[in-house]
């Protein structure tokens, strides 16, 4: 795919992903519309892109609030004209016992993750249909196919969204229409905070630079892959824990026992 001109809406465009993908999408010659939550960091994002002589609009939004998705899409599109290409990167995490997270913030964390995403999606497939054309990339994470202790909310919202953009996939097969899935592990991004970064490093779990994330997503758009999955030995105890979760159960007993002492407590 040839991303010059291309017209792309980011959600997550603030993040530490977000930002190189939105700089990365513009050096390529793309028009974009950026969504994120803080205001000040969207105008300085614009402002980068736009002296480097790139094109960006901005929409401020907090895609925790429910029915956001569809003003997101209609006011996209205006800026745009219309939209080829649908980037769903935004996201939230919590490292935290199940027993100590909060009632609000699993719902905001699924409405986050999942409905928003959903409901995005929806917003835009209708024109993607009427042209036969378009292109759906979900940013979701290796642990949408591998359950990790300590993050049951965050995975149980990134295997949502592998099997969304999948039965989406399967859905679009007789189209032009295409779907990619993006599977990092984890990230160098504020994402993370200290507790949950020294307990990778305690485990021995390494973390990918959010430019190495960045130049894999670009990549994948460009060669229009359909899944793909960065960093090992995860993506294969991803692939392990589909075929034999009890071997990755006993594989992960002991990272639960190393990375008790840095979980989060509310």
Not at 101 to 123: G, Y
Not at 132 to 141: A, D, E, P, R, Y
Not at 220 to 236: D, H, M, R, T, W
Request: hydrophobic letters at 45%; charged letters at 15%.
């Amino acid at each position: 795919m040839d991303l010059t001109n291309k017209r792309i809406l980011l959600t997550g465009a603030t993040g530490g992903v977000g930002e190189l993908v939105a700089l990365k999408l513009a050096q390529k010659g793309a028009n974009l519309v950026l969504v994120g939550r803080n205001q000040h960091k969207l105008n300085a994002l614009q402002s980068s892109i736009q002296q480097a002589g790139g094109q960006a609009l901005t929409i401020q939004a907090d895609l925790s609030q429910p029915s956001v998705a569809g003003q997101i899409a209609n006011q996209a599109t205006q800026y745009l004209g219309q939209i080829d290409l649908l980037i769903n990167n935004a996201g939230v995490l919590d490292f935290i016992e199940l027993q100590d997270q909060t009632d609000a913030r699993i719902a905001e964390m699924i409405q986050t993750n999942v409905t928003a995403l959903i409901q995005l999606t929806r917003a835009v497939l209708p024109s993607f249909q009427s042209k036969n054309q378009g292109h759906f990339v979900f940013v979701g994470s290796i642990f949408g196919s591998l359950g990790f202790p300590h993050f049951a909310t965050y995975c149980a919202t990134k295997f949502a969204v592998h099997g969304f953009s999948q039965a989406l996939r399967r859905e679009l097969v007789n189209t032009k229409i295409g779907v990619t899935y993006i599977a990092p592990r984890g990230i160098e991004t504020p994402m993370n905070d200290a507790n949950t970064v020294a307990m990778w490093a305690k485990t021995g779990n390494a973390m990918d630079s959010a430019e190495k994330v960045a130049t894999v997503i670009i990549q994948a758009l460009e060669k229009e892959k359909q899944e793909v999955f960065i960093g090992q030995p995860q993506s294969f105890f991803a692939w392990l824990n589909g075929v034999l979760p009890q071997a990755v159960n006993i594989g992960l007993k002991k990272q639960t026992a190393l990375a008790a002492p840095f979980i989060k407590k509310t």
